[in-house]
């Protein structure tokens, strides 16, 4: 609408040397038209002439003050072709095909999209029916066929005949009523050989160190299996089985604590220390994190630096297999906006060998 106003004003205004100076005003227009000609050669000299919607403005705005026996002396185009300009103007003009587009039903959110395919990959026996009701009931009303649509545009099969989990979440489920066990050492700046026992709840990665000695024997590993039954309490009826290895240190009476709370002993095959892989990895991160660090002089020190360290692994350190999350947290803490508002405060762990860093109230 308001490029055709422009064309029209630009004719009138035009037109108006046009009846005052008729001659010399014939020949304006000729001279402006070779000249843009001119203008289009030189800019496009280098491949074929294209002519912008401005040139094709122009020409077509000088058209009128140019007599048709001349058009073709002038003119670099046809009045075929200006005629075809005209056209397509108006066909464009009235196009209505943007409209169009915007009737029907609204596309699906990306986001709901995205939700959708996370509910099915997560939930292998769900159907779309059920996916639409756990949709509706999160607050996102949608048609059960919709979900049918996404899921099977997505390469998503029907849930009988979709896969089953993943050997990563098949063993995800089965962590949470598993707990190992395994032996460590440690040596003091003489030169004398300690030994501490660590246990390890796979589902929260929730470490427990019970004990240093000198001399463990069979009676000192049973009172730590008495000493971490007790700390677990009621969390002991949701483990199933006990990992351990073959070591001759644990004995019958070690195992008939966890027996006594219905846990099964699996021990690991002989030199195989992979099969209690997750154990090993916590140990691996006291070595790097703590004890490479210190010199221990004792029982008693290594019983303090143990301790220490087990408290920052399950109150502050993250861990990636719990969203970044220490064991003994839950949630995300809340997202910090504005770094200059907030002082952060850094807490120093055995002597700055670990550093926790939270902000300020």
Known sequence: MIVSLVYKVVRKLLSVPRVLLRRETVKDAELLALRHENAVLRRQIAGPVRYEPADRFWFAALSTLIPRH??????????GTLLAWHRRFIAANWDYSALRARTGRPPTNAALKKLILRLARENARWGHRRIQGELARLGHPIAASTVWEILNAAGVDPAPRRTGPTWRKFLAAQAEGIIAVDYFHLDTVFGRRLHALAFL???TRRPHITGVTTHPTREWAVQQARNVAADLGTR????RFLLRDRDSKYGQSFDAVFKADDLDVIKSAPRAPRMNAHCERVIGSIRREALDHILITNEA???QVLAAHQQHYNGHRPHRARHQLPPDYVQQPTT???LDTHRLLRTRVLGSAINEYRYAA
């Open 336 to 338: 910090v906006h504005d």
């Open 70 to 79: 001349r058009w073709r002396e002038i003119f670099p185009v046809t009045p």
């Open 301 to 303: 020190h290594a019983r």
């Open 236 to 239: 002991m009826e949701a483990l």
């Open 201 to 203: 709840e796979h589902g």
